[in-house]
């Protein structure tokens, strides 16, 4: 018996006919953030979840990548998942070595498991404080959880959000792995870009020199667009300084990726072409764009690959 699941109310399915971005990727560019759901007859969503999503596939992941022009991918395991990691894990092995991921992990689990997880192509785990999608882990599993994945060379992915930042900093920086912030620690673009807000974010990254920031999502986190749809090439003007103060401050530290399948949105779901387009409004030279889409992630994802332009 296959198990029906219903979306959340409301739920906005991804774009299916996305736009060829106007703005070519660089050879060897890489999609360092976005997600599979299920399929749920094949991958069933946890019992524990948040959310309810509509189907995303590995084979469309792979679609979306090819259409837009991307070489890899990094699959960061989504909440609806929960640390049933089988869905992100069959998009790993059925990838040809093209795709990492990123996993979540509960202390005890067996080091044979972890091991797997490796080999599949994992290379970190993911701690998520955002309390919409997660029940708060306890800090001293999480803890324990960072010190399991040490030996592995493996990181920590944060999805926190900026109000919650000061909380959480001083537990965030006794974290013994390098840390990779999702979505620039959601700051509230309403704000101003060079106010005590964003610059305690900047702040935390200056705290340590293996701290990686995720400049993503700005379909997400703009609240006056306009929105990447209808040919809109100049999409949330709104995120942009916030994005260039990290981008030019720490050039070899910033990924980008395209948060396809855009769990959560409620406004508008973008046309992920347009959203390519963002990105050299964010790193507007050559030499940004190159360390931002392939030879950051490439280093932290693919250390052992010498020429990522080449297949
Ligand atoms: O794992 C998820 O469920 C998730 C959710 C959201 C969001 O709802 O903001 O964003 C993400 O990047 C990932």
Redesign the pocket.
Known sequence: MTMAFEKTPGWLDWYARPSRPQFRLPEGAVDA?C?VFGPAAEYPYAPER??TPCDASRDQLFALRDHLGFARTVV?????HGADNGAMVAALRASGGRARGVATVRPGIPDAELRDLHEAGVRGV?F?F?K??VDAAPRQDLLAVAERIAPYGWHVVL?FEAADLAELREFLLAIPVPLVV??MGRPDVTKDPHGPEFEAFLDFLRARPDIWCKVT?PE?LSASGPPALDGERRAYRDVVPFARRVVEEFPDRVLWGT?WPH??LTGHMPDDGLLVDFVPHIAPTPELRHRLLVANPMRLYWPDVDRPDAD
């Open positions: 953030h997600h948040k959310y960061v395991q989504a909440t609806c993911r998520t955002v919409r999608l999805y999702d979505h999502c997400r948060d769990p959560n």
